[in-house]
């Protein structure tokens, strides 16, 4: 088990940049990010495991980029372009145990951080 605490959200305006940060406790094998907008149910963005391999949404794949930094146990978030539907609540998962595949599957992360918020405005 490992603990999350994100950080970097905030209000933006529309169609710039935008960097999250998702600081771990320990190592994981898999960490992902996902988010919930307001009456929305939470859909995952993008995962990667600890070799770095990567997975992504289709609906965000092009405008998001997960990687991390396994010296700090930090996950990050680059987000290009944001736009006002990208307002949501953006969390961060973990799993310490081996996954035959490491996707934005939320039942197999037991690991959750509180979340940040992103406000992003025309």
């Known amino acids: 088990q490992v603990r999350l605490v994100e950080s970097g959200g905030g209000s933006v305006q529309a169609g710039g940049s935008l960097r999250l940060s998702c600081e771990a406790s320990?190592?994981?094998?898999?960490m992902a990010w996902f988010r919930q907008a307001p009456g929305k149910e939470r859909e995952g963005l993008a995962a990667?495991?600890?070799?770095?391999?990567?997975k992504y949404a289709h609906s965000i794949k092009g405008r998001v980029t997960i990687s991390k930094d396994n010296a700090k146990n930090t996950l990050y978030l680059q987000m290009n372009d944001p736009q006002p539907e990208d307002t949501a609540m953006y969390y961060c998962a973990a799993v310490v145990s081996f996954l035959p595949l490491c996707t934005i599957i939320e039942p197999d992360f037991p690991d959750w951080g509180q979340g940040t918020q992103v406000t992003v405005s025309s």
């Open positions: 990667i495991d600890r070799d770095g391999s990567t």
């Open positions: 320990g190592s994981a094998y898999c």
